[in-house]
């Protein structure tokens, strides 16, 4: 990066971009601007720090970005908008191969694409480890955001995607495995259902939340908002075979991984009683009156601790 300089990675990072229809103006100038049809824009910001949610010794370059670019359009689809833009601050050492920064961002690139939105701009500095601050833009489309604070007695508690994926593979590579190779490539770059987000806000959905510190302690922000108690049953889940057999192995419950482990970023939202739900939301609870203080219960009983991840915690 030394040899590389700044400017040099950024014109190598923008040598083949490729920018979607909202983009009115790309990187080049002090400010990219993007559209906002309906005049609102869903925004947000996640970073990532080298030895904390990611190892450059376990993931590929193209992981890392990916994985980055994951956790802000992820918040994005929680609110029930469409992601169209990300915005990157990138701090790396300058002996790092530039050549492992453009991969990187190729991999944000990637991610944004896969869902129709474009990587417009951003900053790079000197740092003492890879810092990744990714900041994801949103476009409602018209519709009113999904809060978290709407749930109401009642309502239906559903789960669109993968959960305790990611910390099934933590597992594995904090022991020093690389398998199963599904649980550990989930750590590494998860697969969120993006688009699960517009489904729900547009069957109605009363409240939603990015299931990214565990789904405990993410259910919990959505029974203080609201002031509910969300009740969690467990009863019909089906572990997945490859967590099941890492679980064994490590005489874990797979379902511990399921409930408090993070970054897979399922989507939990809450439903009117007798709403269809959408394509991928599966029902796994029900809203009720709140307890003082409100609370997520699991089977009927509330847990002790986080219920998942916590910074400073």
Not at 20 to 27: H, S
Not at 167 to 180: D, K, Q
Request: glycine share 14%.
């Amino acid at each position: 990066m030394r040899d590389a300089g700044e400017f040099g990675l950024i014109d190598r990072i923008n040598a083949d971009g490729v920018y979607g229809a909202g983009v009115i103006v790309g990187p080049g100038d002090d400010t990219a601007v993007v559209a906002a049809p309906d005049g609102s824009v869903a925004v947000t910001c996640d970073v990532l720090v080298e030895g904390v949610h990611f190892r450059r010794d376990w993931s590929t370059p193209i992981d890392v970005g990916r994985k980055s670019a994951a956790a802000s359009l992820a918040d994005i689809a929680a609110m029930g908008a469409r992601p169209t833009a990300i915005i990157v601050g990138l701090g790396i050492p300058g002996d790092l191969p530039a050549a492992w920064a453009v991969a990187c961002a190729a991999g944000m690139r990637e991610e944004a694409a896969s869902v129709g939105a474009s990587l417009v701009g951003g900053d790079v500095v000197e740092a003492p480890q890879v810092v990744i601050s990714v900041t994801a833009l949103g476009d409602l489309e018209g519709r009113a955001p999904v809060l978290r604070s709407g749930a109401r007695p009642g309502d239906v508690v559903a789960l669109a995607g993968r959960l305790g994926w990611s910390a099934g593979g933590l597992a594995l590579l904090s022991r020093g495995f690389r398998s199963p190779k599904a649980l550990v490539d989930a750590h590494r770059c998860p697969q969120p259902d993006y688009a699960a987000g517009v489904r729900a806000a547009s069957a109605g959905a009363t409240a939603m939340i990015d299931v990214s510190d565990g789904l405990v302690a993410d259910a919990q922000h959505i029974a203080d908002a609201s002031g509910v108690d969300l009740q969690i049953d467990t009863a019909a889940w089906q572990v997945p075979e490859p967590m099941a057999a890492a679980a064994a192995a490590y005489n874990v419950d797979p379902r511990e991984w399921m409930l408090t482990g993070g970054e897979d970023h399922a989507l939990l939202a809450t439903f009117p009683a007798g709403t269809e739900l959408p394509e991928g939301f599966v029902a796994t609870g029900v809203v009720a009156h709140p307890s003082t203080p409100a609370c997520v219960l699991v089977d009927g009983k509330a847990r002790p601790g986080n219920g998942g991840h916590r910074h400073f915690g």
